[in-house]
């Protein structure tokens, strides 16, 4: 008997696979989005070598001491490059910090792009080079698998396989590693992370070191996702949520505390949230609204979105 709580779909039979192949990824993964918001992803084409060199490097990198690490924090960035420290970011709901600190990989511009001058550069470490150049190529796999999902994406919603591209080209992805350590006392009311919804079109999670990620189904049950090996996690961020009228659901997720046996084991977790170039029109797309399923947003840009939530979150005043 299965213990799957999302469904598991092949992105090679999308993105390799014939006319009834590619119908059945595109039936499959519209459902999931639309009655989950989460699906399990495998045969994404990242190469699980480069994840563990992004892993291990990761955990090299969260192993330098603490006043080493804060050399790679930078001032006025909102956490959107390099080390954000132990305890700055909060669920928008909760004023108590998550149990974490992370580092964060964005956007490099390599076509001429007049884009790119919305971008800081990203951080290198000088201690452990690999941890900033694997990054960068695993971000560059994260995109193409995420823009193979949203071509699937547009199909369901009938807008065309193309529709996200521009959208998406250059666009303010961020990859991070967030580092959950040991739990060495009673926790102060916080979790790992505590429940929250996702800001971005989608994220791509390549399975945690530990457990503890649940999502929160329609029943108001907390469920345990489990990957399996070379399994990729998708779920609907808030923007395509948004953009849909609430017909793809961005559901709520927390990462919890293991038993207090396993306190003494950190989480290292690496999730990619895949965003548009801040310019894009998050306006309810009008086929999402009907009589039964009214306008529930106003009109607003990618770009204006994030920076609301971002100071929701405790990462931009």
Known sequence: MSTRVIPLVDLSKFV?????????????????????????????????????????????????????????????????????????????????????????????????????????DNVMVKEEPRFGESGNELYAAFEKAGGALLKAIAIYLDLGEDYFDSKIHNGNSILRAIHYPPISKEPDSAIRAEQHEDINLITLLVGASAGGLQLLNMENEWLDIQPEDDEIVINVGDMLQRLTNNYLKSTTHRVVNPPREMWHLPRLSIPFFLHPRSSMDLTCLEKCVTTETPLAYEPITAGEYLDERLREIGLKK
């Open 16 to 120: 390799q696979g014939n006319e009834t192949e590619r119908a059945a990824f595109v039936e499959k993964l519209g459902k999931a989005f639309h009655e989950i918001g989460f699906v399990g992803v495998i045969n994404h084409g990242i190469p699980k070598s480069l994840i563990e060199e992004f892993y291990n490097t990761s955990k090299s990198f969260f192993g330098l001491p603490v006043d080493v690490k804060r050399n790679y924090e930078v001032p006025g960035l909102a956490g959107q490059r390099g080390y954000t420290s132990f305890g700055k970011e909060h669920a928008k709901q909760s004023e108590v910090a998550d149990l974490k600190e992370f580092f964060q990989i964005g956007q490099t511009v390599l076509d001429g792009d007049q884009i790119k001058s919305q971008y800081p």
